[in-house]
């Protein structure tokens, strides 16, 4: 008679990541936020604090694996971090409300200015100070996610989102000089990350489907991120919103080990196009499931994926506060019927 087998949900996750021996189930991941008004509730830990003080950050997050069972834990709720450290002024926000830059400094190659004391930053700081806590607290048993913003997204908040998109058309020299100088400040964070606890970290780079070609990622993007992940030299996953179906092979070329998709791509597409070169991760659709939806559009969104072949369970991208927690219970529930 053969003994059911077990796996620590750290061992779970990167058997995923890396694609390896199924375990006893599917993991359960978040590569972006899954804190919710709800959530803050029970834990006690309410934004804007979790954004600013290393051991609220920690609490919070850890709630995503104590209270919903997610077999990571990932302490980086916005994409705001690097924007103050370079130079943005960003209102914090509240419960109800993610943090949002509110200036643009950088209209300049010659106005990016990169402090020589960047990690110590307290918008940084405080984020490898929470993975260390986390480290220690949860280390051997739960996977760590870490989570940078890559020079697109950097750009985007230092120029604005319209002014850096119109000079990928108008001013593509200016384009390349800022992807190549933002991109030390994402080497950085994502080592620094490693080094505090992280088991992989999250390269979150917004250039949507819905606003950048393939070509436009081909000819920008691509190299860059070939460039950052040679240089981190551990285990990265792309966050890249938005439909890119067309796109999935610039992905794997990039040289990532995972991609954090969106519930717009087919699960059973991605799977046959990326052929295991590269792990999937996701992809239950925030819009229509996970706040505007039924457990039950949960569960069958997750068993969709299960079955596609994803190799990890994941909201599609940071859920909205007003989610339910009983919504993102019924992801891990679909996970816990097995494949």
């Not at 209102?91 to 400094?105: F, L, Q, R, S, V």
């Not at 966050?239 to 092979?249: A, F, Q, V, W």
Request: aromatic share 8%.
């Amino acid at each position: 008679m053969t003994q059911e087998k077990k796996t620590t949900p750290k061992r779970r996750f990167l058997s995923g990541l890396f694609g390896g021996r199924k375990g006893d189930r599917i993991s359960v991941a978040n590569p972006t936020s899954i804190v919710s008004v709800e959530l803050m509730e029970k834990v006690g830990v309410y934004f804007p604090e979790a954004h600013l003080h290393p051991e609220q950050m920690a609490t919070l997050a850890a709630g995503g694996y104590e209270l919903l069972g997610f077999d990571t834990i990932m302490p980086e709720f916005s994409v705001q971090q690097e924007a103050e450290a370079l130079g943005c002024v960003v209102d914090w926000g509240n419960p109800t409300m993610m943090p949002d830059a509110k200036t643009h400094p950088a209209q300049n190659v010659d106005d990016l200015q990169i402090p020589q004391n960047l990690l110590e930053k307290p918008s940084m700081k405080v984020i490898l100070e929470a993975l260390e806590i986390l480290r220690k607290r949860y280390g051997d048993h739960v996977g760590i996610i870490g989570k940078v913003m890559g020079p697109w997204t950097i750009s985007y908040h230092l120029a604005g989102v319209q002014n850096f998109l119109i000079w990928t058309l108008t001013d593509p020299k200016k384009v390349h000089q800022f992807l190549d100088r933002l991109k030390e400040v994402t080497i950085a964070f994502a080592k620094a990350q490693l080094q505090a606890g992280a088991d992989v970290v999250v390269i979150a780079d917004h250039a949507t489907g819905d606003l950048v070609s393939p070509k436009t990622y081909q000819d920008y993007l691509l190299p860059v991120h070939q460039e950052i992940n040679e240089r981190i030299g551990g285990p990265t996953i792309l966050h890249l919103c938005g439909n890119c179906s067309d796109r999935l092979r610039l992905f794997v070329e990039a040289g990532f080990d995972a991609y954090h998709f969106e519930w717009q791509v087919d699960s059973r597409k991605a799977v046959e196009v990326v052929n295991h070169e590269m792990s999937l991760i996701g992809n239950i659709g925030n819009k229509n499931a996970l706040f505007g939806g039924t457990p039950e559009e949960v569960y069958r969104q997750a068993r969709y994926s299960i079955e596609a072949g994803v190799d990890i369970l994941a909201p599609e991208c940071a859920v909205p506060l007003q989610t339910p927690i009983s919504n993102l219970k019924a992801i891990v529930e679909a996970a816990r019927e097995g494949y």
